[in-house]
């Protein structure tokens, strides 16, 4: 059978480069959480801890939603970075069952270090970002190669 490759202006090449150009940033603050003594994920869950809306409640239950994490995982990440002086529990004042999570000013200080590094970053890498993303949202199906419906059919008979 011969191969089939997408044009050149395929929606699947924008893809994979948006994809591309979004990785290489997460690489980046992955790097940089390292850089500044962080795991990743103690990165992520005190940016989402200090950066929740004035209506949002900085539960572990929020945060999991936020960073696509168990439950249990949140405990475990909130309960090191406890440890590490990186944030607090405190009751909440409505529902002292409830517990909130909060950013120390140890932990805020190593945010904004990782804050400025991030900005900085995305000033350099930002416009490709933005354009793999652009070229995206103006991808015309019309233009698609006439080979992916053909892709389609021989995918569909090797079920």
Same mark, same amino acid.
């Given at each position: 059978?011969?191969?089939?490759?997408?044009?050149?202006?395929?929606?699947?090449?924008?893809?994979?480069?948006?994809?591309?150009?979004?990785?290489?940033?997460?690489?980046?603050?992955?790097?940089?959480?390292?850089? *500044?003594?962080?795991?990743?994920?103690?990165?992520?869950?005190? /940016?989402?801890?200090?950066?929740?809306?004035?209506?949002?409640?900085?539960?572990?239950?929020?945060?999991?939603?936020? !960073?696509? /994490?168990?439950?249990?995982?949140?405990?475990?990440?909130?309960?090191?970075?406890?440890?590490?002086? !990186? /944030?607090?529990?405190?009751?909440?004042?409505?529902?002292?069952?409830?517990?909130?999570?909060?950013?120390?000013?140890?932990?805020?200080?190593? /945010?904004?270090?990782?804050?400025?590094?991030?900005?900085?970053?995305?000033?350099?890498?930002?416009?490709?970002?933005?354009?793999?993303?652009?070229?995206?949202?103006?991808?015309?199906?019309?233009?698609?190669? *006439?080979?992916?419906?053909?892709?389609?059919?021989?995918?569909?008979?090797?079920?």
């Amino acid at each position: 059978m011969k191969e089939v490759r997408p044009s050149s202006d395929s929606l699947i090449e924008r893809l994979a480069e948006f994809r591309y150009r979004l990785r290489t940033f997460l690489q980046f603050s992955e790097q940089a959480a390292h850089a *500044a003594g962080l795991q990743p994920q103690q990165h992520q869950l005190l /940016l989402q801890i200090a950066g929740a809306p004035a209506d949002a409640l900085p539960t572990i239950a929020y945060a999991a939603e936020r !960073l696509g /994490l168990r439950h249990n995982s949140v405990v475990e990440l909130a309960n090191r970075s406890v440890e590490e002086g !990186l /944030l607090e529990r405190t009751s909440d004042e409505a529902d002292a069952r409830r517990v909130l999570l909060r950013v120390t000013s140890r932990g805020a200080r190593l /945010l904004q270090k990782l804050a400025a590094d991030h900005r900085s970053e995305l000033e350099v890498m930002g416009p490709a970002l933005i354009e793999a993303l652009t070229r995206i949202e103006h991808y015309e199906p019309d233009h698609a190669p *006439a080979a992916l419906p053909v892709m389609r059919t021989a995918v569909r008979g090797a079920r």
